[in-house]
């Protein structure tokens, strides 16, 4: 019997957020050298952007802004910009959700179906955990 994995893991900085999106795209990795980079296209990315940072940034814009007014009325040694204040809130600045399961769940199956079933789960996460791709 198979089963199912979903693996939440929070993003503390722009820095490894940064670093996550180089890893996902370029597979490059120093503690996994066990990826076989010839499946790696076989991997399905259901929210494509181009680059991880440059989508937070479209996401935030409206947060950088107000940052940016409330600096100008701040004492300029209490001023920062609007990374160093993410960075130093130790709040998560994304989340990375990975949905798989073991290799005979997908034994058999066309691209398609997984393809199918992939979408149902980032729906699942949607729904049920309240996290939207936009």
Avoid: P
Wanted: net charge negative; glycine share 4%; with cysteine.
């Amino acid at each position: 019997m198979s089963y199912s994995i979903l693996r939440v893991e929070g993003i503390k900085t722009l820095g490894d957020l940064r670093g996550l999106g180089k890893h996902n795209v370029d597979r490059v990795s120093e503690t996994n050298l066990d990826i076989d980079k010839e499946k790696s296209e076989e991997n399905i990315q259901l929210i494509e952007c181009d680059s991880y940072l440059k989508r937070f940034n479209e996401i935030t814009a409206e947060m950088r802004a107000e940052h940016n007014a409330r600096m100008e009325t701040i004492r300029a040694d209490r001023q920062k910009t609007f990374e160093q204040a993410i960075n130093s809130a130790h709040n998560d600045v994304a989340c990375e959700f990975l949905c798989t399961s073991d290799e005979e769940f997908f034994q058999g199956r066309s691209r398609a179906e997984i393809e199918t079933w992939a979408r149902q789960s980032l729906e699942f996460i949607e729904q049920e955990v309240g996290i939207s791709k936009d």
